[in-house]
């Protein structure tokens, strides 16, 4: 391993679970980095992928601690700096880009001000150098105004951008370490493009070395050199991606390889009538929403839906995809009540339903339940696992503690985590032990309808792939009707009976799933298609020119 940039060698981490216990959660892991090279870090959740990545900044998360191996860092051993050496090693030698940047940027604050702020608080720049830095950084990046974005706030601009300017603010020292932790998990499919894209130049340009966190194969064959498959903390597997992806020797890694998002290969050749004549399908839907116009300020001055209209079945799945900011969350809270419509209605079961959450019966409310997109900012960080389930039990069944207590555990079951895991706070989780979490909030209510936002985007495929499973035998059992909302054709594909493609707050395309997703598609269908990346590491050089021209269409 000698002559490369970074040297990680028999790494061990471990977490106290009580005053006097140390359990290992990583395991004598050793990898390398050379100049100008990417290594990913692939395993399930909980296999210890950002542990390690935070390591490799001399940083081990509250209750865990580092407990041998190196972290070489060029010729300088990372793990024995001391806490002010660690201070100013962090931000110029090695920066981090987390995997939320939402949850990540200060709401109060511009955002060419955060950006800026490592370099003015280690004084390696004066507040003009570091503005024009910035601005450097932000043309880059392919931002729009570079000029001006960074005068906004965070929510003013969209989540791809947010993702690229947190980018912004980890190189704008020059770090020749970049961690990226799953940095476009959240992202639909045509902003993860732009944003992969982004982080390749910037790498190759700046001639950066990287650790690339991700749970999703086929986006790390984009951008990796070498990957290092990861599983409970230990190595499975390590080496160039084309081996890895083309001939694994490990059963674990085949398994990740058939779990990755990608489309599949085969869809039916004919397209199939939308409408069916079975009597299961001429029932009455469930949900009906009815050319719906909302947005928001006053009034809904600025219109976020535009006459949208679809049904959902009882027992079935109707999957909205678009890429951010086409409507998907609006119409999704639209439903749920957490927004009123301009023009058009909502109808559940026949019946009407008020357009506030506020003017909703106990039962409406019951009925229909969200399972929000971030769970790192829907779960409420100073409550345990227990009482964020169980206060939904209490009010809508009015159960008892002993009650609510069960009912607790046998959720957790139902999303696959110990009951042990009730005694536990929201950061002491992984990301997608997190989301299951939120899911399994949703189910507390017994929902007849559950509206699920990009509730596997931030779950490893494996565990993505168990979630799925777990919503279609509820639905089975239970003839629950989910409003899926996604940016992952893939899933979608897998799940939907229907499907309804948004672009700018209006429906382009509405109709079965093998009807949208088997050829003739509508333009902007097909840019989708051909924006979901592909197991193959030429994909991302080569799409390029097949996306510009499918854009071009779908503008037209």
């Known amino acids: 391993m000698t002559g490369k940039f970074l040297e990680v060698r028999d790494l061990c981490v471990a977490a106290r679970i009580q005053k006097s216990a140390l359990t290992p959660i990583v395991k004598n892991v050793s990898f390398a ?94 507040a003009n150098e570091a503005a024009e830095k910035a601005v450097s ?152 929403v009815d050319n719906v116009t909302a947005g928001y300020g006053p009034n809904h001055q600025y219109l976020a839906l535009h006459s949208v209209s679809i049904e959902a079945h009882a027992g079935r799945t109707i999957g909205i995809i678009g890429e951010s900011g086409s409507g998907k969350t609006t119409l999704g809270r639209v439903i749920s009540g957490l927004m009123g419509c301009k023009q058009g209605e909502v109808r559940l079961g026949g019946m009407p339903l008020a357009g506030s959450i506020g003017a909703r019966s106990r039962d409406e409310l019951r009925s229909i339940q969200f399972a929000f997109q971030m ?9 345990r696992i227990r009482k964020i389930l169980g206060r939904p039990l209490k009010f809508y069944f009015k159960m008892s503690k002993d009650e609510a207590d069960h009912r607790v555990d046998e959720l957790l079951d139902t999303v696959e985590l110990p009951a042990s895991f009730a005694d536990r706070f929201p950061r002491e989780l992984s990301g997608g032990e997190r989301q299951r979490i939120n899911l399994a909030r949703s189910l507390t209510a017994e929902p007849k309808l559950m509206i699920c936002d990009e509730i596997t985007s931030a779950l490893d495929t494996i565990v993505a792939e168990a979630i799925l499973k777990l919503l279609r035998e509820l639905q089975e059992r239970l003839k629950i009707a989910y409003v899926f909302i996604s940016h992952d054709l893939s899933t979608i594909s897998k799940v939907a009976d229907t499907i309804a493609v948004m672009r700018d707050g209006k429906i382009v395309e509405y109709g079965s799933t093998v009807e949208i997703l088997t050829p003739p598609h509508h333009n902007y269908t097909e840019l989708l298609l051909s924006s979901v990346p592909e197991l193959r590491t030429d994909w991302l050089d080569g799409i390029e020119a097949q996306r510009t021209t499918a854009r071009t269409a779908a503008a037209g």
């Open 33 to 126: 980095i050379e100049t100008g090279k990417v290594v990913a870090l692939i395993g399930e959740s909980g296999s210890g992928k950002t542990t390690i990545s935070l390591a490799c900044m001399g940083y081990a998360r509250p209750g865990c601690i580092i407990t041998g191996g190196s972290v070489r860092l060029h010729d300088r051993e990372v793990l024995e700096l001391d806490f002010l050496e660690r201070r100013r090693f962090r931000g110029t030698d090695v920066s981090y880009v987390a995997q939320s940047a939402a949850a990540s940027f200060n709401a109060a604050l511009t955002i060419t001000r955060q950006v800026t702020e490592t370099p003015l608080i280690k004084k390696l720049m004066s």
């Open 137 to 288: 950084l932000y043309r880059e990046l392919d931002l729009p105004e570079p000029e001006t974005i960074g005068h906004r706030y965070p929510h003013q601009v969209s989540g791809g951008q947010l993702q690229r300017l947190m980018a912004a603010m980890a190189m704008i020292c020059d770090p020749k370490l970049l961690i990226l932790d799953e940095p476009t998990t959240a992202l639909d499919v045509t902003t993860q493009i732009e944003v992969l894209q982004a982080f390749k130049k910037l790498i190759r340009d700046k001639h950066t070395s990287a650790i690339y966190v991700s749970h999703d194969l086929a986006v790390v064959a984009q951008v990796a050199d070498d990957i290092l498959v990861l599983k409970d903390g230990e190595m499975i597997e390590y080496g160039p991606v084309d081996q890895i992806i083309h001939e694994p020797s490990q059963d674990y890694t085949r398994e990740l390889i058939s779990a990755a998002h990608v489309m599949p290969k085969r869809m039916p050749e004919i397209r199939t009538p939308t409408i069916q004549t079975t009597q299961e399908d001429v029932t009455e839907p469930l949900l009906v």
């Open 375 to 383: 769970a790192d900012v829907a779960l409420n960080p100073r409550h």
